[in-house]
């Protein structure tokens, strides 16, 4: 790596965490760890106390989409680079085409998470999108349809965010159907080695 000016230099994606694993032994992010939760956490929160708190209903859909709006920036361009490595974003050629770019950093090691921040990461990503989907369910059933561009502006962000990082991990290029497929046939593959072999 060259020296450069610290002022100007921008290191490239996953050099940055290399100068910063020889500086310390134990890698912590907890500012990024507790960003990627808040605002989604928040969000969620102000959508399940708006109603009981607060009886304008503009003011808390205005304060959820915000919220909403900084945890998919937050997550997608800070707390998935800094905890587990992976980033992903939308690219348009000279000739107008766009293209998605997944995106994770080579792993020393096979490990590209870093401990509970990586555990925290994806299940702050996974946890949270359930939310939404029940919310939407809840508001289709009470018929409290005021609420429904809320919910679906929720559920979209979030699982954008999931889909980008599920694609990162499993290498960008790959059919996120064929893989669940080759998972359950190996399960139950296995399943059914075990069974056999123990009767």
């Known amino acids: 790596m060259q020296k450069q000016d610290s002022q100007y230099y921008s290191p490239l ?13 134990t890698v912590r992010r907890p500012v ?7 605002f989604r956490t928040s969000a969620i929160v102000v959508y399940l106390l708006c109603d009981i708190f607060s009886g304008r209903f503009i003011a808390c859909m205005v304060t ?7 945890d998919f920036w937050t997550v997608k361009n800070v707390s998935g680079r800094l905890l587990v490595g992976l980033r992903w974003w939308n ?15 080579k792993a020393d090691g096979g490990n590209t998470g870093f401990g509970a921040e990586s555990q925290l990461f994806w299940l702050g990503l996974i946890v949270c999108p ?11 059933f009470s018929l ?5 561009a809320v919910v679906i502006m929720g559920l979209v962000l979030q699982w954008a965010n999931l889909y ?4 990162c991990k499993l290498g960008g290029k ?18 059914a080695m075990k069974e056999g072999s123990g009767s």
């Open 13 to 25: 994606f996953g050099e940055e965490e290399d100068n910063f694993k020889q500086s310390q032994p």
């Open 91 to 105: 690219q348009v050629d000279e000739d107008g085409k766009s293209r998605w770019m997944f995106e994770s950093r």
């Open 64 to 70: 959820i989409i915000l919220l909403l709006s900084c």
């Open 164 to 167: 980008g990082y599920v694609k």
């Open 32 to 38: 990024a760890s507790f960003f990627h939760l808040f």
């Open 130 to 140: 359930l939310f939404w989907v029940v919310f939407l369910f809840s508001t289709l």
């Open 144 to 148: 409290n349809l005021k609420w429904l």
């Open 174 to 191: 790959s059919n996120l159907r064929s893989i669940a497929t080759s998972y359950i046939g190996t399960q139950l593959f296995n399943r």
